[in-house]
């Protein structure tokens, strides 16, 4: 039986609703990210059967999910916790073209029925999870069996030279670069690093993970073995 979980402190900044939510979608949509969003989701996505469901964990501006939705094979939901960010992605999808279906709700406690998606993907938020045992829970709960979750976020082992370089990736200008780069260096501190990680997987249901680092980040590869008869 599972205990209940204390919820993790965090600092509290401004809430990603109103206009700072749309400061962030545009700080994200620069011709550069998409076009690595564009490739994110074609690297995610690979292997996927056709009409596999895809659900992204606090998708934000919804950028990724809406291209893994214009690959055309699969059915795409976003599942975030800030409303402004649900009609963002709602417009952007709109605009796009594409069919996703984003929700309000809360990843500790999601709005799905158990065994619905085959792919769960969660870019630059886990950190932020205040209850991040009974959130890895979940994720176990609504994958379906042989279903694998992909975490992505930022390591707690990055150095001031591994930000330097995502921000000047970013080719934002000289006023976004610098709120950029002073919200990763806090960001840092609220990160996990690989071992941290592995032992809170560990502790869950899932149990066991793969971990790889690139600069500032770490990606967690997570799945939930397949029913064997």
């Given amino acids: 039986m599972q205990t209940m979980e204390t919820r993790r402190w965090r600092l509290k900044g401004p809430e990603m609703e109103g206009p700072i939510a749309r ?36 998708p934000g501006p919804g950028y990724l999910s809406i291209e893994m939705a214009r690959l055309g094979r699969f059915d795409v939901t976003g ?26 709700g809360d990843v500790a406690n999601m709005p799905f029925g158990a065994e619905t998606f085959d792919l769960m993907v969660c870019q630059a938020a886990f950190k932020n999870f205040t209850l991040p045992r009974t959130a890895l829970a979940e994720i176990h709960r609504v994958l379906r069996a042989g279903g694998t979750a992909v975490i992505q976020d930022m390591s707690r082992d990055a150095t001031h030279a591994d930000i330097d370089a995502e921000v000047a990736a970013m080719n934002l200008g000289w006023l976004s670069s610098f709120m950029t780069r002073a919200t990763l260096e806090r960001l840092r501190n609220r990160a996990y690093s690989p071992l941290q990680l592995e032992l809170l997987v560990a502790e869950s249901p899932f149990q066991t993970c793969e971990i790889t680092t690139a600069g500032i980040g770490l990606e967690v590869r997570l799945t939930k073995p397949a029913i064997t008869r």
């Fill in 23 to 58: 400061w962030y979608a545009k700080v994200r949509g620069s011709q550069s990210q998409l076009e690595a969003y564009r490739a994110q989701a074609a690297q995610l996505t690979s292997g996927l059967p056709e009409g596999a469901r895809v659900l992204e964990v606090a």
């Fill in 79 to 104: 599942l975030d916790i800030s409303r402004t960010f649900v009609e963002i992605g709602s417009e952007n999808a709109h605009r796009a073209g594409v069919s996703v279906e984003f929700r309000n």
